[in-house]
């Protein structure tokens, strides 16, 4: 048997393991979590009552002040670097009910929500551990140091149109329902199915429209060469608010974003693993 051969049978084994599932499963209702709060942080940014980071770390920073926040973090983070896993395997050895170019993309996919989940997790354990400072202002320091090298605000650029991609995927991800293939709509009621398929369209629209904004203000900050625009999504649902009918524009986004936290309890259910 070819090394190859059997570290993809370990993985494989391993991306079957029962405990692994409980874990991602677990994971996507502190993921949802997340959301709800996140959306609540940026309905809090459209009437103009916050002063913390409209995006995730903000929002760990609100659930690790509750009683027992803390506990919650940690298992949280936990959920999360499962999901990782989960994900880095399938994105190795997985989708296999797929061929040729389809499942090229699924593993692509994987690979990316691998890395999503592992920025999340390592989030949550920096709020843990007291070390989350303001995500809006690392990123304008980082965008800033970025665009002092030599290519650099080329480099930031592309940045923010890979960021600016990936909302407009995910708009059209959610738009065409394609995250239904990951459902096991099989074991779901009418009313359930149609329930989760509202849910999805609703978040996944509203979270693309939040990072296509980002990316464009990443781009913004390369052409101008202007860090400041360069806050991330806190930065993006502010600048959203400042349009005409922000509140309005904002208050939809924010509610789009509390669908998919509410989607992801779903998932925790239906999700195939």
């Given at each position: ?125 920096k709020v843990f551990s007291d070390a989350g400072s303001n ?108 349009q005409s009918y922000g509140t309005v524009l904002l208050t ?22």
């Amino acid at each position: 048997m070819s090394l190859t051969h059997s570290a993809g049978a370990t993985a494989s084994r391993t991306a079957d393991s029962r405990w692994l599932e409980l874990l991602a499963r677990a994971g996507f209702i502190g993921y949802g979590i997340v959301h709800l709060l996140f959306a609540w942080l940026a309905l809090q940014i459209a009437f103009g009552n916050s002063s913390d980071d409209g995006d995730q770390s903000g929002a760990l920073r609100t659930l690790a002040a509750q009683p027992l926040g803390k506990a919650l973090v940690v298992a949280t983070a936990v959920g999360l670097l499962a999901m990782a896993i989960w994900q880095a395997l399938e994105a190795a050895v997985g989708h296999r009910a797929e061929r040729g170019r389809e499942r090229t993309w699924e593993r692509l996919a994987s690979l990316g929500r691998t890395l999503v989940y592992l920025y999340f997790a390592w989030t949550a354990y920096k709020v843990f551990s007291d070390a989350g400072s303001n995500s809006a202002d690392q990123q304008e320091a980082l965008t800033g140091r970025a665009m002092e090298s030599s290519g650099g605000r080329w480099l930031v650029g592309l940045a923010g149109l890979v960021l600016a991609a990936i909302g407009v995927g995910l708009v059209i991800y959610g738009l065409v329902k394609r995250f239904e293939k990951h459902l096991k709509t099989g074991e779901m009621s009418p009313g359930t199915h149609k329930l989760a398929r509202r849910l999805g369209i609703a978040g996944y629209v509203a979270k693309g429209v939040a990072y296509a904004i980002a990316g464009v203000l990443v781009i913004a900050a390369a052409v101008t060469y202007d860090p400041e625009k360069a806050r991330g999504l806190d930065g993006a649902l502010r600048t959203l608010r400042e349009q005409s009918y922000g509140t309005v524009l904002l208050t939809l986004v924010a509610l789009g974003i509390a669908a998919f936290g509410v989607y992801c309890f779903l998932q925790s259910r239906y999700r195939k693993v």
